[in-house]
């Protein structure tokens, strides 16, 4: 069996589909997602979500429906698909922040945008906020904790989902001769200062790195 470490807990199916083509599958979270208290004050017209977690955390709060008339933009088909489920209105998403950034400069510079983020948040999006002078601001409704462990047995290949993944891991652990594969464009700009042995799924989703690893291993 081929040994690959998982940096994040998968789904019984996603890791079904893994077991059933002859990989063992190490899992091990990497980083910790808890949500905050926050206040929903000074909600602007159009919401910004750049991750679940967000969603997630918004879900928890007293006077979340407040907020479903508000339509938003977002990072991510699956950010956009718990938005919808949930009953607000999509106007656009992307799957990477430059490119929704793009969008914004593009469609809402007159809108007032409230971005609902974590403590780990990148600077792209706000950047082009404030660059473009569009009215916004923005509140922190969750934050990620990096919790790393020592992984003791070798492995084939380990799959990082986001940059502070690779952060986390790399605080007990190194790389040698593994193949790391990154889910997206994003996380694999993070793995690029640290190996050059690395593979990116064709798209940002779990799904989509799980075939990733599944074509290089059986080809």
Known sequence: ???????????????????????????????QTHFVEFELKNIGDLLLFTSQNAIKSILQHPKKDSLKSIPCICVGEKTAKLLSENNWKVLHYEEYATDLGNY?????????????????????????????????????VYKTILHSEKVNSPQKAILFFSPSGIQSFLQQNSFSDEIIFCIGRTTAE?????????????KPTIDSLIECVIAHFTE
């Open 1 to 31: 069996m081929t040994p690959i470490l998982s940096t994040r807990i998968l789904s019984d199916q996603q890791k079904s589909k893994l077991l059933k083509q002859g990989f063992s599958v190490t899992e091990i979270d990497f980083i």
């Open 104 to 140: 914004i400069k593009q469609h809402c510079a007159k809108n007032r945008i409230t971005f609902f983020s974590g403590n780990l948040r990148r600077d792209i999006l706000p950047n082009v906020l404030k660059n473009n002078q569009i009215s916004h601001n923005e509140i922190q």
């Open 190 to 202: 993070e793995i690029s200062k640290h190996t050059k042995n690395y593979i990116i799924s064709e």
